[in-house]
Each structure stands twice: as C-alpha cells, then as structure tokens.
C-alpha cells in the first residue's frame, strides 16, 4: 500500500468516527509519539531560543565559583542582589552569577571529585571565572599552579593597604614566585553572616579572568570597602 493509500484510509477512519471524545482517543493512540516528539522539539526550541535571546540581551560580568559550600537558591540569589547593588549592576543589560555546585573532598567521592575539576577547568579554559572561593585546602592546589592573580599587583594601593594583614603568599610552582596570590576570608563579611561556613575559606581573582576589575569590586564589598 502506498503513503498516498494508507492516509486516505486513515483520513477515512477518523471521519466514520463519532464524538469529539473518541476522535481525541483515536488522534492520541495512533499518533501519540508524533505527538509527544513535536512538543518536545518545540520546547527544544524554545529553550534554545530562550537562551540565544537572553546572552544577546544580557552580558555576564562576573562570576564566582565557589568550592565545598554549598548554598540554597535563595542565598545565592541575595549574595548577587546585594553584590549588585554594591556595583550598580545595570539589571537591564548585566547579570552576575554565583555558582556553589563546586564540591572537592579529600575523603569524598573520586568521581564527584574529578567531574567538579574537569568542570573548574573547562570553565578557566573559556575564561568564563572571575573569582574562586572556597577552603584552604582545596585553593592551594590551583594557587601553586598558577590559577590566580598577584593581589599586590591587581589591586588598587589603598585597596592593597586595607586588606594586607589578610593576604596569603603562596609560592607559583612553574615559576618559583612567591606572592599573596589569596585571600584570608576568615574576618570578612561573607563568613560573619554566616554565607560562608567552610574552614579557613580564602579565594582567588583567575588569572585570565575578563572581569578582574568586577572581582577587585567584590573583594571590597566582602571586606565592607
């Protein structure tokens, strides 16, 4: 039987049918699948298109990354509120984001361990990270690696001289260069209201960072610059 041929037949059948109910029945067992792959491409589509509009129309001018701390929605969504404000964020055409899905455990799980570094280097590789924040031990690998930015070279002078006595040399293993290249967060406003709650939490400005400026802002605002 040809295509032509079997869709008179159906064509047929679903006119001999009576009863809006019967017919819907009849639509839904023989075409359920059609059905149901259209409405997911659609959304495809529509989330694509969601998407494409929302990177034309918004640009991303800051990113943290933040390592074995995680936090709930409505926190993350305060810390870019309040950040944002701090910055004048233009909310019509910027956005910030704050990512605590970050987790790296010496006794944890070793593929969770090794899906957040493939994921922390992928993300540096596309210079997409601004800041890395988390514990003491997880930082000091990325800052003897040559992650992070010399904070004496980075910040402003005054900016430098304020926070100082919270600076952390580390030594860049590659190219034997001592320098503060983190931050103590231990006195800082994120670990006071109880955001932060890991174990002497430091961070880092990513070296190739494309909003360094955005992160030398956000050192101030958590130290209440």
């Known amino acids: 039987m040809s295509i032509k041929q079997a869709a008179k037949e159906e064509r047929q059948k679903f006119h001999e049918i009576k009863g809006f109910s019967k017919k819907a029945g009849y639509i839904w067992d023989y075409y359920r699948y059609w059905i149901i792959g259209t409405i997911a491409a659609i959304a495809f589509c529509i989330s694509i298109g969601g998407s494409i509009y929302h990177n034309i129309k918004y640009t991303q001018i800051f990113y943290c990354a933040i390592f074995n701390n995680p936090l709930t929605d409505e926190a993350l969504a305060s810390l870019e ?3 944002g404000a701090y910055y004048n964020l233009n909310p019509k055409s910027e956005t910030m ?4 899905t970050y987790v790296i455990s010496e006794d944890g799980d070793p593929q ?3 899906v957040t570094i493939q994921k922390i280097g992928a993300m540096v590789a596309s210079k997409s990270v601004d800041v890395i924040l988390g514990d003491e031990f997880t930082l000091a690998q990325y800052a003897v ?3 992070f930015y010399d904070l004496k070279d980075l910040l402003p002078a005054e900016t430098y001289a304020a926070l100082s006595e919270y600076m952390v040399d580390y030594t860049y293993l590659e190219e034997n260069i001592t320098a503060p290249f983190v931050i103590d967060l231990s006195q800082s406003e994120l670990v006071k209201n109880g955001t932060i709650r890991i174990e002497n ?3 880092g400005v990513v070296i190739n960072s ?7 802002e956000f050192l101030k605002y958590i130290f209440g610059l």
């Open 81 to 83: 509120t309040d950040f």
């Open 97 to 100: 984001h704050f990512d605590s």
């Open 112 to 114: 969770t361990n090794y």
């Open 145 to 147: 690696d040559g992650y």
């Open 201 to 203: 939490p430091i961070a």
């Open 210 to 216: 494309e909003n360094p400026l955005v992160a030398v």
